[in-house]
């Protein structure tokens, strides 16, 4: 009978001690992340909260928004919003690449859907264990709303900087007009703003906001919503320092 090679045996069984242990740090918060999640909604169940965002004075559908500013929302936040079922195995080994390459714990992979639970239910706080709670909170509002009423649940609940929260406070507030009637380089601006509102909240740093609109236009060019000479005409008429 032929026998195992030794260096070749110690491979297997390091495999197989590797598998076992990412199974039991998966389990652990799985657990923890469960937990987490069940907590919150024992406070307020989950329906209940979106119902009463649902009811807010100036809560806007997804029908007073422009075509522009949801296609700049979903190229630069979440491009396969429309296909994946709230999590996007893509961005997640994206993600898990380059916090492995940076060893730290700064890219999230968070897809539009993980964000609206995270707005609802936890912190700001990035860890595991509430990485592991959004995926199950994900699979219950995935299951009971459209895409539409995730997306404008999600634009209701962003924080855009200035104390101003959901679009139609951003909107008003920055621009004063309502969502239906932001020009498309402000509908860029404000898709951009979320990301990190105390950077590119307009009013804050001119040229930081003036950068971040050029990302999110520049990703609308990459995803095929925008033609690159839409973009130019849009970036060459516009005079950030006048616009705020």
């Known amino acids: 009978m032929k026998r195992r090679h030794p260096v070749r045996r110690m491979l297997c069984v390091l495999l197989i001690l590797m598998v076992c242990t990412v199974m039991s740090v998966g389990i652990f918060y799985g657990v923890k992340g469960y937990q987490m999640y069940q907590d919150a909604i024992s406070l307020m169940p989950l329906n209940d909260r979106i ?3 649902q009811e807010q004075e100036h809560f806007t559908r997804y029908s007073e928004m422009t075509d522009f500013y949801i ?14 079922k709230g999590i996007d195995p893509i961005a997640v080994c994206r993600a898990v690449w380059v ?7 700064k890219e999230g992979g968070s897809t539009i859907t993980q964000q ?30 459209s895409k539409e009423e995730i997306f404008e649940l999600y634009v209701n609940t962003a924080c855009f900087g200035s104390g101003f929260e959901g679009i139609y406070a ?28 105390s950077l590119y909240a307009p009013g804050v740093d001119d040229g930081l906001t003036s950068l971040r609109a050029r990302q999110v236009l520049e990703s609308m060019v990459r995803n095929d919503m925008i033609t690159q000479a839409e973009m130019e005409g849009m970036i060459g008429i516009t005079d950030i320092t006048k616009e705020f």
Do not use: C, W
């Open 51 to 53: 119902e009463e965002i």
């Open 170 to 197: 951003a909107s008003f507030g920055y621009f004063e007009k309502t969502p239906s009637e932001l020009t498309d380089y402000e509908s860029a601006v404000l898709a951009g703003v979320p990301n990190a509102p």
């Open 99 to 105: 916090d492995v390459r940076s060893m730290s714990f």
């Open 71 to 84: 296609n700049a929302v979903i190229s630069v936040e979440d491009r396969r919003f429309r296909e994946h």
């Open 116 to 145: 609206l639970a995270k707005n609802l239910l936890f912190t700001q706080e990035k860890s595991i264990e509430r990485k592991a709670a959004e995926v199950f909170a994900v699979m219950d509002i995935e299951s009971e709303y």
